[in-house]
Nanobody, 125 residues
Framework: QVQLVESGGGLVQAGGSLRLSCAASGRTFSSYTTGWFRQAPGEERDFVAAITRSGGSTYYTDSVKGRFTISRDNAKNTMYLQMNSLKPEETAVYYC??????????????????WGQGTQVTVSA
């Protein structure tokens, strides 16, 4: 079992920054890959970024490359998403997720086994 709790969301102006955190408990944090997804109203849940168990590899959707940075601190059982130069169209609920499987795609939500409750990010124009 894995429990995930996101924090750090809020209201920010376009061009601003936010740092999301995802605190994990249960299964050993360093034993699974983790990722961030986001879901805007009326839209599907979309992949944002993922990071492997050791933090050695990271993956991003094209639209956030160069602006978002995913990281993790296995000693603190926490994953982060630093978001810079935010855009109004990135307003969404942001979810962290845990993938317990070795290998396979990290880009689809069906690859993840556990999810947090989400944190709202609102970017005003």
């Amino acid at each position: 079992q894995v429990q995930l709790v996101e924090s750090g969301g809020g209201l920010v102006q376009a061009g601003g920054s936010l740092r999301l955190s995802c605190a994990a408990s249960g299964r050993t944090f360093s034993s699974y890959t983790t990722g961030w997804f986001r879901q805007a109203p009326g839209e599907e849940r979309d992949f944002v970024a993922a990071i492997t168990r050791s933090g050695g590899s990271t993956y991003y959707t094209d639209s956030v490359k160069g602006r978002f940075t995913i990281s993790r601190d296995n000693a603190k059982n926490t994953m982060y998403l630093q978001m810079n130069s935010l855009k109004p169209e990135e307003t969404a609920v942001y979810y962290c997720a845990a993938n317990l499987r070795l290998g396979g795609s990290l880009y689809t939500d069906t690859a993840y086994h556990y999810w947090g409750q989400g944190t709202q990010v609102t970017v005003s124009a």
